[in-house]
């Protein structure tokens, strides 16, 4: 679970690093959060709010920040961005009805100052479901491609069963590297491989 991804970080004794987990109400941010932190998932409530898990390990404390995603909790997002390490973005794949506007929020996310450079990861959540879309579709729909200020991922998972299936990564760095915006390498993965990514980001960004 989270723990065996912390352990791998390295850093001083009191370091304390931020990632704010974001999406639409009824997304699956709870619900992915408890399974990342080997909980139990079987009764999950909107988070009507804000909820903070806090890990310790190997003298790190990861504070993830799990906002709602009602409308009318959305203005104040902002409000908690700053000193952000990293940014966790849920979305619901089967409800493609939703794709424009949570596509909308991200990108006024990624415009506000408090995040310039954070890493993104985007978790296409509930891809158990047959209505699903497939996380290169939405990668796509998002314009992810065209991020170039900070490095970001996107990984298609169902947070109520714990299993994850295709990832596709992208960077500025992969394109420098001469891949292309829309040359996204994957690979077959869990939800773990998403935690993975979030140490090496926060140690990069540590250094």
Known sequence: GLLSVIQKLKGSPEQELRIVLLGLDNAGKTTLL?????????????????NIKSVHSHGLKLNVWDIGGQRSIRPYWKKYLGSTDLLIYVIDSADQKRFEETGQELAELTEDESLTGVPLLV?????????????????????????????????????????????????????????????????????????????????????
């Open 34 to 50: 408890k399974r990342l932190a080997s909980e139990e998932v079987s009764t999950i409530t909107p988070t009507q709010g804000f």
């Open 123 to 207: 978790f296409a959540n509930k891809q158990d479901l047959v209505t699903a879309a497939p996380a290169a579709e939405i990668a796509e729909g998002l314009s992810l491609h065209t991020y170039r200020d900070r490095e970001w991922q996107i990984q298609a998972c169902s947070a109520l069963s714990g299993e994850g299936v295709q990832v596709q990564m992208g960077a500025h760095g992969l394109c420098r590297a001469g891949r292309g915006p829309k040359g996204l390498p994957s690979h077959l993965s869990s939800l773990q491989d998403g935690m993975n990514w979030i140490s090496s980001q926060i140690m990069n960004r540590k250094k």
